[in-house]
């Protein structure tokens, strides 16, 4: 029997983490190499956009949001409650970039609609991870990854990147190293209603990301530098 990919807390601990880490609240390796059975754990927007390539651990999905085509490929899934009430978390995922980087393109990865401005966006643009956070949908912070004369995001490479809040500061990590950290305040409006992965939205002019995606994660807690360290390796 094909196993279940979207999992709670409650379910048993999965055996790829070692016996230190705890559960994710909400698991989508995205690696099973089979579009149907994802389409039970999350809702596919523009599937025909998607396929399986070859990832760090079986399949990988890869969204084909080439520049200039209107349809998008986009995963949506409910916001956990933790995100909306402002409690402590943990995002994760690898990604691989795609095979050339524009600097005119902004390549969307994850994004909390809150309000007119994002409460929460993780991207790729100029060759650097970036994520923007706002509380009340308006003045929206930036925060950047890496900066001055830091290695930048490489084309065709896949990354382990994760973002943590502990209610009064974010941090981001790349491959299981801390980049930046920074002090924040952070809720989801309540009309944020999902978490999309992949694009801004499924048609229209917007952001999106070319390349594949896998082993998303979420965690109720923020995690420390050293799970973060241990989780890289174990993806």
Request: glycine share 6%; aromatic share 10%; charged share 25%.
């Amino acid at each position: 029997m094909k196993k279940h990919i979207f999992t709670l807390v409650f379910a048993a601990t999965l055996l790829a983490f070692s016996a230190d880490l705890t559960a994710p609240r909400l698991d989508l390796p995205l690696n099973e190499g089979d579009t149907e059975l994802l389409a039970k754990s999350a809702k596919l927007h523009n599937p025909q956009l998607m396929s399986w390539v070859d990832g760090p651990a079986g399949k990988a999905l890869y969204l084909d949001n080439k520049l200039g085509e209107k349809n998008h490929a986009l995963l949506t899934i409910p916001i956990p409650d933790e995100i909306r009430n402002g409690q402590p978390f943990t995002i994760s995922m690898q990604v691989k970039t795609p095979a050339q980087l524009h600097k005119s393109r902004q390549y969307e990865l994850l994004r909390i609609t809150n309000g007119k401005k994002p409460g929460l966006r993780l991207h790729l643009s100029w060759k650097r991870f970036r994520t923007e956070l706002s509380e009340d949908g308006i003045n929206a912070v930036s925060l950047c990854a890496p900066t001055g004369s830091s290695p930048q995001v490489e084309p065709d490479r896949w990354y382990s990147i994760g973002i943590t809040y502990d209610g009064k500061e974010m941090r981001f990590y790349r491959n299981g190293e801390m980049l930046w950290s920074k002090e924040a305040t952070y809720k989801v409006s309540e009309k944020a209603k999902e978490l999309r992965i992949g694009a801004t939205s499924r048609q229209g002019v917007c952001y999106y990301y070319e390349g594949a995606i896998t082993n998303f994660k979420y965690f109720a807690e923020a995690l420390t530098a050293e799970e973060m360290a241990k989780l890289a390796t174990l993806q």
